[in-house]
């Protein structure tokens, strides 16, 4: 199978876990102290049932200690992000929620070239910034970007720290120290029992109808994170930090579809070109993958 495959369903599974979360919090009003709990329950759960047939741990690679601190790293990072994402997300449009994600792919590019220099590149560069101050100019209003509030930041300091664990999750992948599916199962477990004791959520007060959706997120988010770091480690940094810029496209459409929110013209026309600059991009970079 084309590497970039993966990283291109990442896309649509981000995509997608954006959009039932925002259902989730803004729309079915299921609260942050019951709906992160209560979403890594069933993330951990399904992450668990596919270490059958995906899980692999070389312990004697995983004890380094090198590795040991990428581990604890990425843990930290990811309970860090997944508050401030949530949070950011529960006050945000989600078309202007994924407006901000798009800074992810060109922050994970980025921190990447800050640990190997020699994978810069002048055109990726030219083409990421590009594709960034598009998706700007497409959520600026009257010449100005959209009102910055603390929940904006918030979104944006989560997805500086989603490029730093994306780092930190290739390296580790890259070590062979265990699978792609292991290291979710064991991040997405701890993350949970952490959001439970943080949170002390009261699943009696959530729905059954709450509760099915929150196994449908749960499925559509360990999807979308295995792809991820599947597409991290078979594709690489840069390739899939690329495919992950599609999401606000596919944002958009469900956006304007299902949560019935108005999407501007410029905005179309924007990720039409976010589009192109992404085939060039990826032309470019095919060679390294």
């Given at each position: 199978m084309n590497p970039l495959i993966i990283p291109l369903l990442a896309a649509v599974a981000q995509a997608a876990s954006l959009i039932g979360a925002?259902?989730?919090?803004?729309?079915?009003?299921?609260?942050?102290?019951?709906?992160?709990?209560?979403?890594?329950?069933?993330?951990?759960?399904?992450?668990?049932?596919?270490?059958?047939?995906?899980?692999?741990?070389?312990?004697?690679?995983?004890?380094?200690?090198?590795?040991?601190?990428?581990?604890?790293?990425?843990?930290?990072?990811?309970?860090?992000?997944?508050?401030?994402?949530?949070?950011?997300?529960?006050?945000?449009?989600?078309?202007?929620?994924?407006?901000i994600m798009v800074i992810m792919?060109?922050?994970?590019?980025?921190?990447s070239?800050?640990?190997?220099?020699?994978?810069f590149s002048l055109p990726i560069l030219v083409i990421g910034v590009s594709?960034?101050?598009?998706?700007?100019?497409?959520?600026?209003?009257?010449?100005?970007?959209?009102?910055?509030?603390k929940y904006a930041l918030m979104l944006a300091a989560a997805v500086v720290l989603i490029g730093f664990e994306n780092v930190l999750v290739s390296q580790l992948l890259s070590s062979n120290a265990l699978s792609p599916a292991s290291l979710y199962a064991l991040r997405a477990t701890v993350l949970f029992v952490l959001f439970y004791c943080i949170y002390r959520p009261r699943f009696s007060r959530v729905s059954k109808k709450h509760f099915s959706f929150l196994a449908?997120?749960?499925?559509?988010?360990?999807?979308?994170?295995?792809?991820?770091?599947?597409?991290?480690?078979?594709?690489?940094?840069?390739?899939?930090?690329l495919m992950l810029i599609l999401s606000p496209i596919i944002v958009l459409y469900f956006a304007r579809h299902f949560l019935h929110e108005?999407?501007?013209?410029?905005?179309?026309?924007?990720?039409?070109?976010?589009?192109?600059?992404?085939?060039?991009?990826?032309?470019?970079?095919?060679?390294?993958i």
């Open positions: 925002k259902i989730g919090i803004t729309k079915r009003h299921i609260s942050l102290r019951d709906y992160i709990p209560g979403l890594f329950l069933f993330l951990t759960i399904t992450a668990l049932i596919s270490l059958i047939k995906l899980g692999d741990v070389n312990y004697s690679i995983v004890s380094e200690r090198a590795n040991l601190l990428r581990l604890f790293l990425i843990i930290l990072v990811a309970a860090i992000w997944n508050v401030l994402f949530y949070k950011g997300v529960s006050k945000e449009k989600a078309n202007t929620a994924e407006g792919p060109l922050a994970t590019i980025a921190i070239w800050l640990f190997i220099p020699e994978n594709a960034t101050a598009l998706v700007a100019w497409a959520y600026s209003a009257h010449g100005r970007l959209y009102k910055i509030d449908i997120s749960g499925v559509l988010g360990t999807t979308g994170m295995l792809l991820r770091f599947y597409g991290l480690k078979e594709a690489g940094v840069v390739a899939t930090s108005k999407v501007k013209k410029q905005r179309v026309y924007a990720m039409a070109l976010v589009l192109v600059l992404i085939v060039m991009a990826t032309i470019l970079n095919y060679k390294n």
